[in-house]
């Protein structure tokens, strides 16, 4: 029933801007973290920014100063902005979603990703 669908990904020149949303849909009774994880093909998949119910953030060393992440009022979506974009961030980024389910417990889902490509 919990779906994530993440959208905004493209083509951006260094230093331009991208926006991605990852909307949650589903019976979500209590979300406890939302986050943007990132994976270059080949590579583990690292953390980007996470945020909490509290709307308390983390943010990667790599990015900091540039992305920032934000939730809307209702915790149903999550949002990566990101400035300043270089060619190493280059990569499919994925909205991650840990929460409670009614019925289920707690567990987390992902979504199926979205590329984000940088040129120089």
């Known amino acids: 029933q919990v779906r994530l669908v993440e959208s905004g990904g493209g083509l951006v020149q260094a230093g331009g801007s991208l926006r991605l949303s990852c909307a949650a849909s589903?019976?979500?009774?209590?979300?406890?973290?939302m986050g943007w994880y990132r994976q270059v093909p080949g590579e583990q998949r690292d953390l980007v920014a996470v945020?909490?119910?509290?709307?308390?953030?983390n943010i990667s060393d790599s990015v900091k100063g540039r992305f920032s992440i934000s939730r809307n009022s209702h915790n149903n979506a999550v949002y990566l902005q990101m400035n300043n974009l270089k060619p190493e961030d280059t990569a499919v980024y994925y909205c991650?979603?840990?929460?409670?389910?009614?019925?289920?417990?707690?567990?987390?889902?992902w979504g199926q990703g979205t590329q984000v490509t940088v040129s120089s």
């Open positions: 589903g019976r979500i009774t209590l979300t406890y973290v």
């Open positions: 991650h979603l840990d929460a409670y389910i009614p019925g289920i417990g707690r567990r987390d889902y």
């Open positions: 945020i909490k119910s509290g709307m308390t953030t």
